[in-house]
Structures are given as C-alpha cells and as structure tokens.
C-alpha cells in the first residue's frame, strides 16, 4: 500500500511540473518522463540502485527518439533537457523512498520519520513564518522569512528527535539517532523548498498544481521531502547504524 501511494504522488508531481513548464512555453516528453519517473520507483523498490542506470537509459532514448522520428520538431536540446529535469527531480530523488520501502519495517521507519520531521518543518514554518516572520528569506521566495525559516527547521529537529527517543521510528530509537535524521531533515528540507520556490519563479507561476485547493498541487506539497528522501537514505547508509 504504501509503495502505490509512493508511485501514485510520484507521478501525480512530475505530472503537474511538466503542466507547469508547458504554461511556461516549454514542450516536454510528457508521457515519456512520466513512465520514466514511475519507473524509476518502481524500479528502485523491487531492484535497488541498479535499476537507475537502466530506466535514466530508456527514458533518454525516448525523448531523443521523439525528435529523431519528427514526432516533435521545436527546440530538441532544450525540451529535452526539460523532460530530464522532471525525471531526475522528481522521479530519481522520490525513488529514494521506494529504497527504503524496499528494506521491508526497517525502512518504513525510516521514511515516517524523513516524512514526519518534513510535515514538522512545513507546518512550524508556517505557524511561526505568520505570526513572527519579518525578515525576508531571499529572492527567489519573497512570502518566505528568514523566521520562519528557523523555526521550521527548529520543528523539524524537535520532533524528530523526541519521536525517536519516545517511541522510536522503527530502528530509529535513540536520541542520537533521532537527531541525526533531525538535522539532516532540518538542512534538506528548506533547500528542496527553495529550489522549488526558484523553478516556480523562473516559470512565472504561483503553484505547480490546483489538486489540493488553497495548497497548490502535490508537488508543492512534496517539495521539502524531494530533498530530504536522498538525505536521510545516504545518512542511513553512510552511519550504518540503524540499517
């Protein structure tokens, strides 16, 4: 069950950026970055990493085909490069929790907590950007503060960490581990958020979606954790503790 949400979000967002960019004037391969990044995570759960090179493979050859055949004719190089965006944003960093659903309980527990200690810096952001944000963060998000900003990061590790030493997240049990993943979760997050926040600036659009109303779309729901599924996986890996 888990693993059809992952895949169905996953699709669903790199659906709405490629909406996104055609707005923009773009015309991406939207049904080959589409499979491709679908692909990516199914491929990542029943295969590993090995999948990667195999699936990134596929996918390129088709939208370079795609041109090749006359199928579309208008900038190549660069509509290309926009359908590889979408795979490699979204498809290559969500994969990462098809990795750790992969492992089986072990794995789950790591993923609710990336996914908890993200919600915590989504909503303590939010909270405290409002009520005493003053300072603006930087100008690829000017509604952001620099406030808000720390206070969802502080969030962010809190919960983490006391989660963690509570009751645990699977093997995630201890105040050190917790904090770990806290703060790999509090530096992640902001830069995926960001980095989302200068797609959308440069796009000239205010949400990448409408399926959630008042909230954007799932991709601007989702965009915190793209970056923090590959953080806390290579923590995981690299620490070996808790693997």
């Known amino acids: 069950p888990a693993m059809v949400l992952v895949t169905a979000v996953i699709g ?25 990044s679908v692909g990516l995570v199914i491929g990542a759960y029943n295969y ?23 199928a579309a004719h208008e900038s190549p190089v660069l509509n290309v490069g926009a359908t590889l965006l979408g795979v490699l944003w979204v498809g290559l960093f969500g994969s990462f929790a098809a990795l750790m659903l992969g492992l089986g309980d ?19 952001g939010l909270f405290i950007g409002r009520n005493a944000g003053r300072q ?18 502080a969030v962010a590790f809190v ?11 699977g093997p995630i049990d201890s105040f050190a581990e917790g904090a770990l993943v806290g703060l790999a979760v509090a530096l ?31 991709m601007d729901r989702f965009d915190g954790m793209l970056f923090v599924l590959p953080a806390v996986w290579l923590l995981a890996t690299l620490r070996d503790f808790f693997m």
């Open 12 to 36: 669903v967002a790199v659906a709405e950026l490629y909406g996104a960019l055609r707005q923009a004037g773009y015309q991406p391969v939207a049904l080959a970055g589409i499979v491709g």
């Open 48 to 70: 590993g990493y090995g999948a990667y090179p195999a699936v990134l493979f596929l996918t390129t050859a088709v939208c370079l085909l795609w041109y090749f055949v006359g």
């Open 106 to 124: 072990p794995g789950l527990g790591i993923l609710l907590a990336a996914i908890i200690g993200t919600i915590g810096y989504d909503v303590g």
């Open 136 to 153: 603006p963060l930087s100008a690829a998000s000017p509604n952001k503060t620099v406030e808000g900003l720390l206070g969802g990061c």
């Open 159 to 169: 919960v983490v960490v006391v989660l963690s030493a509570l009751v645990g997240f």
């Open 188 to 218: 992640f997050a902001p830069l995926g958020d960001l980095c989302e926040s200068l797609v959308k600036r440069d796009l000239e659009v205010k949400d990448m979606g409408s399926i959630l109303p008042g909230h954007g779309g799932l």
